[in-house]
């Protein structure tokens, strides 16, 4: 059964450097995490999710159900998880709202952001499961899958009533990743992955206005590559590609500044 555990570390970090396994920390091996707390997220079994994300208490849990469903966000409360865990009681009690997705669309991540006197949870589309009727294949990939891409915005600064702030917004086929951020004068945005794999894959969004958000402009690698570098030189590796996989957003030497995780490219720094 699938299910949300909590954990605490009591190991150093230099211990997973002292595996023989090149430096990898081998599969099965327990550097002094302890279980502490667990919730079945509502009884789903047999399912796999895509990412966490804790704030306030509570934790943000994204799903890909198998089959494709619309299982969407569960919402689980981190100390209930844990009070009934270590009392042994009901392991299965701590998920306080379950957010529906779309049909036929996964929540591939999550984030909550604090927009003024809002906490915004902010969930990434991908269509999976059902293709596209009689749609054609293309370059030899199997036809599109129906669902819904873009991302949706949740008022959740009451998580057990999470309330729509704004649904499907944008008109990327996916977006995979996203991370917020709110700048000196007190605006707030986001910078997105979206699933083009058309070198132009890196978006930024104005949240401020959560009900109301406003795509600021798309990049992505030909803005960045100099010319004249042969794009099939950089494609290497067993999954070749260059794509935005992940993108995180920190204040350097006093620098808002986005690191785009670039599959086959390395990273950039916007």
């Not at 909590?6 to 002094?32: C, F, M, Q």
């Not at 999710?49 to 469903?69: I, K, L, M, R």
């Not at 083009?196 to 600021?216: A, H, M, N, R």
Request: proline residues 6%.
């Amino acid at each position: 059964m699938a299910a949300l555990t909590v954990g605490l570390s009591a190991a150093t970090v230099g211990l997973a450097h002292e595996s023989p396994n090149e430096g990898h920390i081998p599969k099965d091996v327990n550097y002094g995490f302890e279980v502490i707390g667990r919730d079945t997220l509502a009884g789903v079994t047999d399912g796999n999710y895509t990412d966490v994300w804790s704030h306030n208490g509570f934790a943000y849990v994204g799903t890909f159900q198998e089959p494709c469903s619309d299982a969407g966000v569960f919402v689980v409360d981190i100390d209930a998880a844990i009070s009934q865990f270590r009392n042994g009681g009901n392991i299965s009690g701590a998920t306080v709202a379950d957010i529906k997705s779309a049909p036929n669309t996964r929540i591939n991540d999550v984030k909550v952001h604090t927009v003024g006197d809002v906490d915004v949870l902010i969930a990434t589309q991908e269509p999976c499961g059902m293709q596209i009727p009689a749609a054609p294949q293309s370059d030899g990939n199997p036809p599109g899958q129906v669902g819904q891409g873009g991302i949706s915005l949740y008022d959740v600064t009451d998580p057990t009533k999470p309330k729509a702030l704004k649904k499907n917004f944008l008109e990327f086929e996916g977006v995979h990743n996203t991370f917020p951020w709110t700048d000196a004068e007190g605006n707030s945005y986001l910078v997105g992955t979206a699933d083009t794999f058309d070198f132009f894959d890196t978006f930024f969004v104005d949240i401020t206005k959560p009900q109301s958000p406003k795509l600021l402009t798309i990049t992505g690698a030909l803005d960045w590559i100099p010319q004249g570098v042969n794009l099939d030189q950089l494609e290497t590796g067993s999954s070749a590609g260059i794509f935005n996989h992940d993108v995180w957003v920190e204040e350097i030497d006093g620098v808002q500044t986005a690191v785009v995780s670039y599959w086959d490219l390395g990273f950039v720094t916007l």
